[in-house]
């Protein structure tokens, strides 16, 4: 990671932490160990990646990335609560997230549930009041609360996350099964959907032509892919001090580019949709600098 992307890494992660402070100041009509479980989650750490995809998009569409910090905490509160939700004992049952213990460890699974719930609704809660502050007109409103919830629910993560658990044991499907476009299917899903969300979030606040839109959406899906292949990889070679949580795709038996392809295999794909996604580029010109570093850095990276 160049040191001009860790400074805009850094500096975007502050003002995003800041902005998660002021929504999550004193609400007296919440319940307080509610607002104490979200709280927990939110604060635990993490990249902020998401949130710094909707800033960067709508630099690249012309509008300063401070105006969309609503929407930004909107796409990390999503990202948490599915984080929250994929540690369940029903789920992936872990007990480790951020190096810390899980949220259901701490606040008992029926809170855990309800943190992640209380995550997801406040989300669209803080985009609307962006589209307010950004003047948006009711149909830019719409497309923005409508491009946010399909990345997020059955059509995008949620159904990811289904597909995930129902491909769980795949060694001992039927012959019927097919492996590969199940796995790109689940990881376009699972995890691109929420990153194309956040990209398009920020051209929407931006009032972003359609064209780059398309192209905006087009980057999204092959740095998800890519970012999520680099996460099967990380799971079995990774520093689990640096991950913060212990490897869980083997134990759970679960469908990831590594077990399909093996690790050789995994990287070449995640390179060649880096590539991909710096092509998806080339009509922004240098005001998507920070783009083109954050998918080099999707690779890169160690945690």
């Avoid at 609307?128 to 409103?141: F, I, M, P, S, V």
């Avoid at 044991?169 to 796995?183: C, D, Y």
């Avoid at 990287?267 to 092509?279: C, E, T, Y």
């Amino acid at each position: 990671m160049t040191t001009d992307l860790e400074t805009y890494m850094d500096a975007r992660c502050a003002e995003v932490d800041a902005a998660l402070k002021k929504l999550f100041g004193p609400r007296p009509e919440e319940p307080k160990t509610l607002r104490q479980a979200m709280s927990y989650s939110i604060f635990a750490g993490g990249k902020r990646l998401r949130p710094m995809l909707v800033m960067a998009a709508a630099e690249c569409c012309g509008l300063d990335g401070r105006k969309t910090l609503k929407a930004a905490a909107a796409l990390e509160m999503i990202h948490t609560y599915s984080l929250i939700h994929d540690d369940l004992p029903a789920m992936d049952d872990d007990d480790l997230r951020r190096g810390k213990p899980t949220n259901h460890k701490v606040f008992g699974e029926a809170m855990a549930i309800l943190a992640g719930d209380g995550l997801l609704t406040y989300a669209f809660e803080a985009a609307a009041d962006n589209a307010l502050e950004c003047a948006l007109n009711g149909r830019q409103t719409a497309e923005l609360i409508r491009a946010i919830a399909r990345g997020a629910g059955s059509q995008g993560m949620v159904g990811g996350q289904a597909a995930d658990l129902q491909a769980e044991n795949w060694k001992k499907r039927n012959h019927g099964f097919k492996p590969g476009a199940t796995l790109e299917y689940i990881h376009l899903h699972k995890t691109a959907a929420l990153i194309v969300a956040s990209l398009d979030a920020g051209a929407i606040l931006a009032q972003a032509f359609p064209e780059q839109r398309r192209a905006l959406r087009a980057y999204g899906r092959a740095i998800g892919l890519a970012f999520q292949i680099a996460d099967d990889i990380l799971d079995v070679v990774g520093d689990k001090k640096k991950l913060g949580k212990r490897g869980s795709d083997a134990a759970n038996h679960k469908l990831t580019y590594v077990s399909l392809y093996g690790i050789e295999s995994a990287r070449r794909k995640a390179r060649a949709l880096v590539a991909a996604a710096h092509r998806a580029l080339s009509s922004f010109g240098t005001r998507a600098a920070v783009l083109h570093e954050l998918a080099d850095y999707i690779i890169a990276r160690d945690k």
